[in-house]
């Protein structure tokens, strides 16, 4: 939330040539899916098990034309045993 919080802070300077979503655990599932069909994203926000749910589980989010990915504090994602999602994810 704090990240997607500061980039809603910049959104404006693209004038709605971007958007973005972000998808966090403890949102229904229903409501990211429903946000992803109406408005897409160039910017995607999330944990990984909600990006994990969305990319490999539903298959309803797809970033192959993702050009950069930012994994804040990945180090310790991979410490709290998010391996798996984080792999699946980057493929």
Same mark, same amino acid.
């Given at each position: 939330?704090?990240?997607?919080?500061?980039?809603?802070?910049?959104?404006?300077?693209? !004038? #709605?040539? &971007?958007?973005?979503?972000?998808?966090?655990?403890?949102?229904?599932? +229903?409501? %990211?899916?429903?946000?992803?069909?109406?408005?897409?994203?160039?910017?995607?926000?999330?944990?990984?098990?909600?990006?994990?749910?969305?990319?490999?589980? !539903? #298959?309803? &989010?797809?970033?192959?034309?993702?050009?950069?990915?930012?994994?804040? +504090?990945? %180090?310790?994602?991979?410490?709290?045993?998010?391996?798996?999602?984080?792999?699946?994810?980057?493929?």
């Amino acid at each position: 939330m704090q990240t997607a919080t500061v980039l809603q802070l910049f959104m404006p300077i693209f !004038k #709605e040539k &971007l958007n973005f979503c972000y998808f966090i655990g403890g949102d229904k599932l +229903e409501y %990211d899916l429903e946000r992803i069909e109406e408005k897409g994203a160039n910017i995607v926000v999330g944990t990984p098990g909600r990006l994990f749910d969305l990319i490999v589980s !539903k #298959e309803a &989010l797809s970033l192959r034309k993702l050009e950069v990915v930012i994994l804040d +504090e990945a %180090d310790k994602l991979m410490e709290q045993g998010h391996e798996m999602h984080l792999t699946h994810i980057l493929q």
